[in-house]
């Protein structure tokens, strides 16, 4: 009798889910597979967490940039301001006199009412000086303020630097950071 090259196989077949059998090997595969599936769940639920805080977080944002805009419209409409650009060159104590109200506005919500500052440093901050107080603001009442710098490094002022508590390139940077630091 020949035994062909089909029986060995076979028989090394037989063997080796034996051994596999054997070893407990399907169940450890399970085991291994199941505590990553939980590990995963565990993951996705707490992203899933952090998602919903970061929608609460915005919503509130949202809700205080909107009272802010609506405190500013208020102001505008109440002192029948609305061609209040042109006083700077028309009538400058009035323009003075109307800018305070959004100066001491603004102090309140930086001295008062934030956690931290993000701001945003570009062109256009070089027009006027209330970006600029308002990181000195945040820096002298130990508010840390996160500065995107949309400027050359060159560009920014010594004293921007010292105030600001970490610069970033872009705001993909600075998500990551909060989301790191708070998250």
């Known amino acids: 009798m020949s ?15 034996g051994a596999l059998i054997y ?11 199941t505590e990553k599936i939980d590990i995963i769940k565990k993951e996705l639920k707490e992203a899933e967490k952090l998602k919903n805080e970061a929608k609460s977080l915005l919503s509130d ?20 301001s609305y061609e209040y650009r ?12 109307f800018m305070h109200q959004f100066v001491v506005q603004d102090i309140e919500s930086v001295t008062k009412e934030a956690n931290y500052i993000i701001c945003l440093w570009n062109k256009d901050v070089f027009r006027g000086a209330g970006t600029h ?22 560009d920014l002022s ?25 998250g």
């Open 23 to 33: 070893l407990k090997i399907p169940q450890k595969v399970n085991t291994s597979l």
């Open 133 to 154: 107080g308002e990181v000195t603001l945040a820096f002298e009442h130990g508010i840390p303020v996160y500065l995107i710098s949309q400027v050359p490094k060159t």
């Open 61 to 80: 944002y949202e809700n205080k940039l909107d009272k802010s805009k609506k405190e500013s419209r208020l102001i505008i409409e109440k002192t029948n």
């Open 3 to 17: 035994i062909d090259a089909t029986f060995w196989v076979a028989i090394a077949f037989f063997i080796f889910f």
């Open 86 to 97: 042109d006083w700077k060159d028309t009538d400058i104590k009035r323009y003075k006199e």
């Open 158 to 182: 010594g004293w921007i630097i010292a105030c600001s508590t970490k610069i970033f390139d872009n705001f993909e940077e600075l998500k990551l950071f909060l989301l790191k630091k708070f």
